[in-house]
Protein backbone atom coordinates (compact mmCIF):
# COMPACT_ATOMS: atom_id res chain seq x y z
CA UNK A 1 0.00 0.00 0.00
CA UNK A 2 1.34 3.48 -0.99
CA UNK A 3 1.13 6.51 1.09
CA UNK A 4 -1.04 9.44 0.11
CA UNK A 5 1.48 11.73 -1.59
CA UNK A 6 -0.42 15.07 0.38
CA UNK A 7 -0.08 12.80 3.80
CA UNK A 8 1.61 14.24 6.42
CA UNK A 9 3.48 11.20 6.26
CA UNK A 10 5.07 11.28 2.77
CA UNK A 11 5.50 15.12 3.63
CA UNK A 12 7.17 14.55 6.45
CA UNK A 13 9.65 11.75 5.60
CA UNK A 14 12.84 12.59 5.48
CA UNK A 15 12.63 16.52 6.75
CA UNK A 16 14.54 17.79 9.08
CA UNK A 17 12.22 18.58 11.94
CA UNK A 18 9.03 17.10 10.58
CA UNK A 19 10.51 13.36 9.85
CA UNK A 20 12.08 13.23 13.52
CA UNK A 21 8.32 14.39 15.06
CA UNK A 22 6.49 12.18 12.96
CA UNK A 23 8.37 9.18 12.98
CA UNK A 24 8.00 9.33 17.06
CA UNK A 25 6.08 11.89 18.53
CA UNK A 26 2.98 12.61 16.57
CA UNK A 27 0.09 10.59 17.45
CA UNK A 28 2.09 8.37 20.29
CA UNK A 29 -0.09 8.38 23.55
CA UNK A 30 0.90 10.66 25.96
CA UNK A 31 -0.21 10.43 29.24
CA UNK A 32 2.30 12.84 31.31
CA UNK A 33 0.78 15.82 32.14
CA UNK A 34 3.70 18.48 31.58
CA UNK A 35 4.19 16.65 27.70
CA UNK A 36 0.45 16.66 26.99
CA UNK A 37 0.75 20.59 28.43
CA UNK A 38 3.24 21.50 26.43
CA UNK A 39 1.71 19.83 23.26
CA UNK A 40 -1.99 21.99 24.12
CA UNK A 41 0.62 24.63 23.95
CA UNK A 42 2.48 24.35 21.24
CA UNK A 43 -1.21 23.36 19.04
CA UNK A 44 -2.53 26.62 20.47
CA UNK A 45 0.24 28.79 19.21
CA UNK A 46 0.65 26.93 15.97
CA UNK A 47 -3.12 28.66 14.89
CA UNK A 48 -2.36 31.30 11.92
CA UNK A 49 1.39 29.93 11.25
CA UNK A 50 2.81 26.24 9.93
CA UNK A 51 3.66 23.76 12.29
CA UNK A 52 7.13 23.69 10.93
CA UNK A 53 7.59 27.36 12.46
CA UNK A 54 7.03 25.72 15.97
CA UNK A 55 8.74 23.01 15.50
CA UNK A 56 11.86 25.38 14.71
CA UNK A 57 10.80 27.18 18.08
CA UNK A 58 10.03 23.91 20.19
CA UNK A 59 12.53 24.18 22.45
CA UNK A 60 12.33 28.03 22.55
CA UNK A 61 8.74 27.52 24.09
CA UNK A 62 10.09 24.55 26.86
CA UNK A 63 12.59 26.77 27.93
CA UNK A 64 10.52 30.02 27.91
CA UNK A 65 7.92 27.66 30.04
CA UNK A 66 9.80 26.40 32.53
CA UNK A 67 10.47 22.95 31.18
CA UNK A 68 5.91 22.49 30.50
CA UNK A 69 5.63 22.39 33.79
CA UNK A 70 2.15 22.76 34.88
CA UNK A 71 2.97 23.83 38.25
CA UNK A 72 5.37 26.92 37.56
CA UNK A 73 2.96 28.19 34.58
CA UNK A 74 0.05 28.05 36.68
CA UNK A 75 2.19 30.40 39.13
CA UNK A 76 3.18 32.45 36.26
CA UNK A 77 2.34 36.29 36.99
CA UNK A 78 2.43 39.62 35.28
CA UNK A 79 6.05 39.33 35.87
CA UNK A 80 6.20 36.00 33.77
CA UNK A 81 4.04 37.27 31.42
CA UNK A 82 5.69 40.31 30.32
CA UNK A 83 8.78 38.42 29.82
CA UNK A 84 6.85 36.09 27.72
CA UNK A 85 5.58 39.01 25.72
CA UNK A 86 9.29 40.06 25.06
CA UNK A 87 10.40 36.72 24.57
CA UNK A 88 11.56 36.24 20.63
CA UNK A 89 12.37 32.38 20.90
CA UNK A 90 8.22 31.76 20.79
CA UNK A 91 4.91 33.36 19.28
CA UNK A 92 4.60 36.89 21.16
CA UNK A 93 0.88 37.14 21.35
CA UNK A 94 -0.51 38.38 24.19
CA UNK A 95 -3.99 35.91 23.44
CA UNK A 96 -1.66 32.76 23.24
CA UNK A 97 0.50 33.85 26.38
CA UNK A 98 -2.49 34.36 28.27
CA UNK A 99 -4.07 31.03 27.39
CA UNK A 100 -0.93 28.86 28.35
CA UNK A 101 -0.93 30.45 31.48
CA UNK A 102 -4.67 30.16 32.12
CA UNK A 103 -4.40 26.20 30.70
CA UNK A 104 -2.02 25.69 33.32
CA UNK A 105 -4.43 26.60 36.08
CA UNK A 106 -7.07 24.70 34.22
CA UNK A 107 -5.18 21.51 34.23
CA UNK A 108 -4.21 21.69 37.99
CA UNK A 109 -8.05 22.35 38.45
CA UNK A 110 -8.77 18.82 36.57
CA UNK A 111 -6.34 17.26 38.78
CA UNK A 112 -7.99 18.11 41.41
CA UNK A 113 -11.31 16.29 39.69
CA UNK A 114 -9.57 13.45 37.85
CA UNK A 115 -6.52 13.05 38.97
CA UNK A 116 -4.58 14.56 35.98
CA UNK A 117 -5.24 15.97 32.65
CA UNK A 118 -4.96 12.33 30.91
CA UNK A 119 -7.29 10.75 33.74
CA UNK A 120 -9.59 13.77 32.60
CA UNK A 121 -9.27 12.76 28.87
CA UNK A 122 -10.17 9.25 30.20
CA UNK A 123 -12.73 10.22 31.14
CA UNK A 124 -14.33 11.99 28.56
CA UNK A 125 -13.21 9.11 26.20
CA UNK A 126 -14.75 8.26 23.65
CA UNK A 127 -15.87 11.27 21.99
CA UNK A 128 -16.91 12.48 18.64
CA UNK A 129 -14.73 14.99 17.52
CA UNK A 130 -17.45 18.02 17.74
CA UNK A 131 -18.08 16.70 21.01
CA UNK A 132 -14.22 17.00 22.04
CA UNK A 133 -14.17 20.25 20.43
CA UNK A 134 -16.92 21.34 22.67
CA UNK A 135 -15.47 20.49 25.43
CA UNK A 136 -12.53 21.62 24.82
CA UNK A 137 -13.98 25.33 24.20
CA UNK A 138 -15.99 25.12 27.88
CA UNK A 139 -12.77 23.55 29.31
CA UNK A 140 -9.85 25.76 28.25
CA UNK A 141 -8.86 28.78 26.57
CA UNK A 142 -8.15 29.29 22.63
CA UNK A 143 -8.77 25.64 21.61
CA UNK A 144 -11.45 25.93 18.36
CA UNK A 145 -11.65 23.12 15.95
CA UNK A 146 -8.42 22.73 14.58
CA UNK A 147 -6.48 23.23 17.61
CA UNK A 148 -8.52 20.42 19.53
CA UNK A 149 -8.75 17.83 16.68
CA UNK A 150 -4.91 17.91 16.28
CA UNK A 151 -3.80 18.32 19.73
CA UNK A 152 -6.16 15.19 20.09
CA UNK A 153 -4.59 13.18 17.03
CA UNK A 154 -0.92 14.12 18.03
CA UNK A 155 -1.79 12.21 21.77
CA UNK A 156 -3.76 9.72 20.53
CA UNK A 157 -7.71 10.01 21.12
CA UNK A 158 -7.92 10.78 18.12
CA UNK A 159 -7.58 8.69 14.73
CA UNK A 160 -5.92 10.42 11.59
CA UNK A 161 -2.27 11.42 12.83
CA UNK A 162 -1.19 8.57 10.04
CA UNK A 163 -2.12 6.60 6.78
CA UNK A 164 -2.53 2.97 7.26
CA UNK A 165 0.25 2.56 5.46
CA UNK A 166 2.48 4.13 6.95
CA UNK A 167 5.48 2.00 9.19
CA UNK A 168 4.66 4.28 12.07
CA UNK A 169 0.90 3.69 12.36
CA UNK A 170 1.98 0.15 12.97
CA UNK A 171 3.99 0.86 15.98
CA UNK A 172 1.10 3.50 17.42
CA UNK A 173 -1.39 0.49 16.73
CA UNK A 174 0.88 -1.92 19.35
CA UNK A 175 0.83 1.26 21.53
CA UNK A 176 -3.07 1.18 22.54
CA UNK A 177 -3.73 4.35 21.87
CA UNK A 178 -7.06 5.54 23.05
CA UNK A 179 -8.62 6.26 19.63
CA UNK A 180 -8.32 2.33 19.07
CA UNK A 181 -10.04 1.79 22.52
Not at 88 to 97: E, M
Not at 122 to 137: C, G, I, N, T, Y
Request: proline letters at 4%.
Amino acid sequence: MQLPANSYCAIAAGHEFHGPYHDSEYGFPLTDDNELFGRLLLEINQAGLSWLTILKKREGFRAAYGGFSVDRVARYGDADRARLLDDARIIRNRLKVDAAISNARTILNLRESHGSFAGWLDAHHPRSKAEWVRLFKKTFRFTGGEITGEFLMSVGYLPGAHAEACPVFEEIARLGPRWMT
